[in-house]
């Protein structure tokens, strides 16, 4: 079978992002509707396309076959008969593609941020382009190196494979995450929730409690992602909005309770992903906690030396090493093992610097990013949403992060970086 409407998707069949939001389909709650594209059919590609017996090796070569694949007229054809389902009456004719791979969001590993998604997306053509892309992406060297990263040994190609999951997009006036416990972490910001997830923004956050909200930081709220037609674009937000939480006390306590009946229904704490609109607050994920957030309310309040940097604390331990400042991908080759990271934000496009580096500071970026996430999972510290830590941290400098407290010490600290 091609196509599989969510609410009837096979666990087996429809992938780690998939199957919960399947199941909370089932159970009544407020999820986008949608389609899957079994993982079956990704197989036959594969087959088809002799990569089934590339090792990870040739995963160049392996993702540019998958995107100059021509998918066969009988998926393109299915394709384009639920696309046309899904839209019929919908408030807008796109839709958001997403990665579902069967080795994501799973209760050792989340794979956070490293399967491609696209969002926005108009026509049966181009959903069956970004089938591709989805596709493609289990050969990029980050989700390549990711799998190793927890394995013991190079996966086999055989192993994984990935479903695709459709869904009517959510033009959200408030979007984010939220990790569920005993207590929960909720992080939020005016608009589309992807630059939350990207580390792009610092959100608002809070933590809850079963005696109420515990905890509230205001993020940092000067731009917010919304889609104009076929993409996404970054515009400032208002003036009046960059101060304002951007949820009230009784909309947390509300998604603190939605989270803890989401919990209840799949068995266990979930990380979940949420957009808002008027009316509703629809579940765009909500996969198994990997490694729970550092607890901030109960880090030791001690003075900052003379010397430190304050900031969220996202990944908890303590490390030291050379300061390693990075603005982009052509600054990778200069990351050594040891290096502390320290960079704006990060993207999925970096973890393969989180299998060398010591520690990871950003300027931007909230603890339930994906960037957190994949820090907490490989075990290194991590500080986020230090104000200007690439301008007041130097490449001549050996920094000590500290993820308990959220403080970065280091012997020398100047404008000027390089």
Same mark, same amino acid.
């Given at each position: 079978?091609?196509?599989?409407?969510?609410?009837?998707?096979?666990?087996?069949?429809?992938?780690?992002?998939?199957?919960?939001?399947?199941?909370?389909?089932?159970?009544?709650?407020?999820?986008?509707?949608?389609?899957?594209?079994?993982?079956?059919?990704?197989?036959?590609?594969?087959?088809?396309?002799?990569?089934?017996?590339?090792?990870?090796?040739?995963?160049?070569?392996?993702?540019?076959?998958?995107?100059?694949?021509?998918?066969?007229?009988?998926?393109?054809?299915?394709?384009?008969?639920?696309?046309?389902?899904?839209?019929?009456?919908?408030?807008?004719?796109?839709?958001?593609?997403?990665?579902?791979?069967?080795?994501?969001?799973?209760?050792?590993?989340?794979?956070?941020?490293?399967?491609?998604?696209?969002?926005?997306?108009?026509?049966?053509?181009?959903?069956?382009?970004? *089938? !591709? #892309?989805?596709?493609?992406?289990?050969? %990029?060297? @980050? =989700?390549?190196?990711?799998? &190793? $990263?927890?394995?013991? /040994?190079?996966?086999?190609?055989?192993?994984?494979?990935?479903?695709?999951?459709?869904?009517?997009?959510?033009?959200?006036?408030?979007?984010?995450?939220?990790?569920?416990?005993?207590?929960?972490?909720?992080?939020?910001?005016?608009?589309?929730?992807?630059?939350?997830?990207?580390?792009?923004?610092?959100?608002?956050?809070?933590?809850?409690?079963?005696?109420? *909200? !515990? #905890?509230?930081?205001?993020?940092?709220? %000067?731009? @917010? =992602?919304?889609?104009?037609? &076929? $993409?996404?674009?970054? /515009?400032?937000?208002?003036?009046?909005?960059?101060?304002?939480?951007?949820?009230?006390?009784?909309e947390v306590l509300r998604l603190r309770a939605l989270g803890d009946q989401v919990s209840t229904t799949l068995g266990g704490p979930r990380d979940i992903e949420w957009a808002s609109t008027a009316d509703t607050t629809w579940l765009l994920q909500a996969r198994p906690v990997t490694v729970p957030v550092p607890d901030s309310t109960?880090?030791?309040?001690?003075?900052?030396?003379?010397?430190?940097?304050?900031?969220?604390?996202?990944?908890?331990?303590?490390?030291?090493?050379?300061?390693?400042?990075?603005?982009?991908?052509?600054?990778?080759?200069?990351?050594?093992?040891?290096?502390?990271?320290?960079?704006?934000?990060?993207?999925?496009?970096?973890?393969?610097?989180?299998?060398?580096?010591?520690?990871?500071?950003?300027?931007?970026?909230?603890?339930?990013?994906?960037?957190?996430?994949?820090?907490?999972?490989?075990?290194?510290?991590?500080?986020?949403?230090?104000?200007?830590?690439?301008?007041?941290?130097?490449?001549?400098?050996?920094?000590?992060?500290?993820?308990?407290?959220?403080?970065?010490?280091?012997?020398?600290?100047?404008?000027?970086?390089?």
């Amino acid at each position: 079978m091609n196509v599989v409407d969510l609410a009837d998707a096979d666990p087996a069949t429809a992938g780690g992002k998939a199957a919960p939001l399947a199941e909370l389909t089932r159970a009544g709650f407020d999820v986008p509707r949608g389609f899957v594209v079994p993982a079956g059919v990704y197989r036959a590609a594969a087959a088809a396309l002799g990569i089934a017996e590339l090792s990870v090796d040739h995963a160049a070569e392996a993702r540019a076959r998958v995107r100059d694949f021509r998918l066969p007229n009988e998926v393109v054809d299915d394709v384009s008969l639920a696309l046309e389902r899904l839209t019929d009456g919908a408030t807008t004719d796109r839709v958001a593609v997403r990665s579902s791979s069967i080795t994501e969001d799973g209760r050792e590993a989340s794979a956070a941020g490293q399967h491609d998604s696209v969002l926005a997306v108009r026509g049966a053509e181009r959903v069956c382009e970004a *089938i !591709l #892309e989805c596709w493609a992406s289990l050969w %990029t060297k @980050r =989700a390549v190196g990711y799998r &190793a $990263r927890q394995a013991s /040994r190079d996966p086999d190609p055989n192993a994984f494979a990935t479903a695709v999951l459709v869904q009517r997009f959510v033009d959200a006036d408030v979007s984010g995450v939220m990790f569920t416990g005993a207590a929960s972490v909720i992080e939020a910001s005016w608009g589309v929730g992807e630059p939350i997830v990207a580390g792009q923004v610092t959100p608002d956050s809070w933590r809850v409690g079963d005696s109420g *909200i !515990l #905890e509230r930081r205001p993020g940092v709220k %000067t731009e @917010r =992602a919304d889609r104009d037609d &076929a $993409r996404l674009v970054t /515009r400032p937000v208002v003036v009046p909005e960059r101060t304002r939480l951007s949820l009230t006390d009784a909309e947390v306590l509300r998604l603190r309770a939605l989270g803890d009946q989401v919990s209840t229904t799949l068995g266990g704490p979930r990380d979940i992903e949420w957009a808002s609109t008027a009316d509703t607050t629809w579940l765009l994920q909500a996969r198994p906690v990997t490694v729970p957030v550092p607890d901030s309310t109960a880090r030791p309040h001690q003075p900052a030396g003379p010397t430190a940097l304050t900031g969220v604390p996202a990944s908890p331990g303590t490390a030291s090493g050379p300061v390693r400042v990075v603005r982009g991908p052509a600054d990778f080759p200069r990351v050594r093992p040891g290096d502390v990271l320290v960079c704006r934000a990060t993207d999925p496009a970096w973890t393969p610097l989180f299998m060398v580096a010591s520690a990871v500071v950003t300027e931007t970026g909230g603890v339930l990013s994906h960037a957190a996430i994949v820090a907490r999972e490989v075990g290194i510290p991590a500080v986020l949403a230090v104000p200007e830590a690439t301008q007041l941290l130097t490449t001549s400098s050996t920094a000590t992060v500290d993820g308990h407290t959220g403080e970065v010490t280091t012997d020398s600290q100047a404008p000027g970086a390089v």
